[in-house]
């Protein structure tokens, strides 16, 4: 039986999450085979809120309210903006290309066969940034689209906009270039990137994302925000995330990596085995050097943190992490965890619990169906694709400067 995704109740955001996890799923170094996405992502949205790993380029906050603008000038019927858009989108495919753009055009290769349109990836986004002052979902506002002529529309504190019906998109939105999308590019102008940056500072305040636009900081450099040169100018609170941040995805990496060591061995492949748990012992020494640091990790703090910002975390979760970081945290265990009974356990439970009779360490035909390397990588929280943004931002304002200069 094929397997599907079925949802019998949920909120826009819950959507958009499952959406970016499916497109995830070829990943195969950030696959969420233990179920701590949920943790993942408050972190991930308390640093850089808005954005999504799938996102590719800042402009795109751009491109769909201008497309959408474009249609509701054309006077689009509702029952036609669905389309019409899925149309535009497309030519904006072939537009950026023959532009000359070859990175981050999201559906380069679909084309026409798209199944996830840009409009969709950054719509939860749009409304973050409150570049979208609209509070539904992509369905939703094409239905009522031409209500909200008769409707007052108001502005981020909750004013009435006089004079000007913006279709709930917000009021300064800078004009699209001349034919667009005719010759377009993801190169921002001055004016765009100061306009995305607005948003981002009164929008998302308390955040990294502001605080690095603020100051103008991109670091391609830094694998992980908590190795950032500024760290130590970061605000405080920013700094006390982050390291809980880190802490946890230094130590949840162990459990990912004996996951595959287990799942290696299960499948005979002796030499893909022999380098998981070298990997399990690089990791176990880097837990080691920093113990002074780890044994002071308020765990406590750490779940106040990600409660506060509302994520959902299970009881089961929960508890499999509280189980994790005891085992973990214990050098003498950590040292030998690849072959600890009870760390073995923990894991194979977790699987069970969340995957049922698909578990690959109890079925043999899931098995078969791994490629060797599954949820691996590190927690970077987003940090590579708002870097991504951020130099789209900061590109912005370096042409602003370089027209000063001129």
């Not at 509702?78 to 537009?95: D, F, G, M």
């Not at 239905?143 to 998109?169: A, C």
């Not at 995957?355 to 078969?368: D, T």
Request: hydrophobic share 40%; charged share 25%; with cysteine.
């Amino acid at each position: 039986m094929a397997s599907s995704f079925t949802w019998l109740d949920y909120s826009e955001q819950d959507k958009r999450k499952m959406l970016d996890v499916i497109s995830l799923f070829s990943e195969k170094t950030t696959r969420d085979d233990l179920g701590i996405g949920s943790l993942r992502d408050a972190f991930a949205e308390l640093f850089f809120p808005g954005t999504s790993t799938i996102q590719t380029r800042a402009r795109y906050f751009l491109f769909v309210p201008w497309i959408y603008l474009d249609l509701i000038n054309r006077k689009t019927p509702s029952n036609q903006i669905a389309a019409k858009l899925r149309q535009r989108e497309v030519e904006l495919i072939n537009a950026l290309v023959e532009s000359g753009e070859t990175k981050g055009v999201i559906g380069i290769q679909a084309r026409a066969g798209l199944k996830r349109l840009p409009s969709n990836v950054y719509w939860s986004g749009l409304r973050t940034w409150h570049v979208r002052l609209f509070q539904g979902s992509q369905e939703d506002y094409h239905s009522n689209l031409y209500h909200f002529t008769s409707r007052s529309q108001r502005n981020d504190d909750g004013e009435p906009i006089d004079g000007k019906i913006t279709y709930n998109w917000h009021q300064e939105l800078p004009p699209p270039p001349p034919n667009f999308p005719h010759k377009v590019t993801f190169r921002l102008t001055s004016a765009e990137a100061e306009y995305l940056a607005e948003r981002i500072i009164t929008k998302c305040s308390n955040s990294l994302l502001a605080f690095l636009v603020e100051r103008r900081q991109v670091n391609a450099s830094a694998a992980f925000a908590w190795e950032h040169p500024l760290f130590d100018q970061f605000p405080s609170h920013i700094q006390e995330q982050l390291q809980h941040a880190r802490n946890f995805s230094e130590i949840i990496q162990g459990a990912a990596l004996l996951y595959n060591l287990m799942l290696a061995e299960q499948k005979q492949a002796e030499e893909l085995a022999e380098e998981y748990r070298q990997s399990l012992q690089n990791w176990a020494e880097r837990l080691i050097a920093r113990q002074h640091d780890l044994k002071q990790w308020n765990r406590q703090e750490f779940w106040r943190t990600v409660t506060t910002v509302g994520a959902q975390i299970s009881l089961p979760t929960q508890l499999f992490i509280q189980r994790w970081l005891d085992l973990a945290l214990n050098p003498e265990i950590a040292q030998t965890i690849a072959t600890y009974p009870k760390a073995r356990s923990h894991i194979q439970s977790r699987e069970v619990a969340l995957k049922r009779g698909q578990a690959r360490l109890s079925n043999p035909r899931a098995l078969e169906l791994w490629q060797g390397e599954s949820g691996t990588a590190p927690l970077d929280y987003r940090w590579g694709s708002a870097q991504r943004l951020l130099t789209d931002i900061l590109d912005g304002f370096a042409q602003e400067d370089a027209d000063v200069a001129a």
